[in-house]
């Protein structure tokens, strides 16, 4: 079955760092590209970044600086990793295999 | 960063009615455009792509236009299932970038 499923701690605290996996089955992360896209509750969709088929990676310019993509392919895992969250990043995170299928998405709050 | 323009930001319509939402990028994107469903609670949904492709499964009463720099998400009949919230999206120059959304709802 063809899916990608995010998992990481729903509660992070404030100036910590975020580390959310996105667990895929059904096809191989050197097929498909993954992207991460988040949303606060009740706003918009923001892309963050995507892992291409070849490793390489992109990130949104206004996160560049404390996001970082990775995965390892054996484990067909995909590693979201976010320093210094505030209250600011507190959104529901979705992986997507080219923005065509979806997670289910996970929740995070920031707060002490 | 390309900046995609979408309008309206809510549009309050009837069952049966033809609605049309745009977004207008802020410069050359080809027809690297999609456009996404989003249901209260749920993940995004791909609906068009490539501009004026329709994804799997999407009933075809959904169309996606192209006129220069603007793009369309048109539903030609409008039915219960299609109350969501609507976004583009952007991927011909990295970073992708979201139009801000439209919410559809019954007028």
């Known amino acids: 079955q063809v899916q990608l499923k995010e998992s990481g701690p729903g509660l992070v605290q404030p100036s910590q760092t975020l580390s959310l996996t996105c667990t895929v089955s059904g096809f191989s992360l050197t097929s498909y590209n993954v992207h991460w896209v988040r949303q606060p509750t009740g706003k918009g969709l923001e892309w963050m970044g995507v892992i291409w088929t070849g490793g390489s990676t992109d990130y949104n310019s206004a996160l560049k600086s404390r996001l970082s993509i990775s995965r390892d392919t054996s484990k067909s895992q995909v590693f979201l990793k976010m320093n210094s969250l505030q209250t600011e990043d507190i959104a529901t995170y979705y992986c997507a295999r080219d923005l065509g299928l979806w997670g289910q998405g996970v929740m995070v709050t920031v707060s002490s | 960063d390309i900046q995609m323009t979408q309008a309206p930001s809510s549009l309050p319509a009837s069952l049966g009615d033809r609605v049309t939402i745009t977004c207008r990028a802020s410069q050359d994107i080809g027809n690297y455009l999609r456009w996404f469903q989003q249901k209260p609670g749920k993940s995004p949904r791909l609906m068009i792509y490539g501009a004026t492709n329709l994804a799997a499964g999407v009933p075809s009463r959904f169309s996606g236009s192209r006129s220069g720099s603007d793009y369309s998400l048109t539903i030609s009949s409008l039915e219960s299932e299609d109350m969501a919230d609507y976004y583009c999206?952007?991927?011909?120059?990295?970073?992708?970038?979201f139009g801000a959304g439209t919410k559809l709802e019954l007028k």
């Open positions: 999206l952007q991927s011909k120059e990295s970073p992708d970038t």
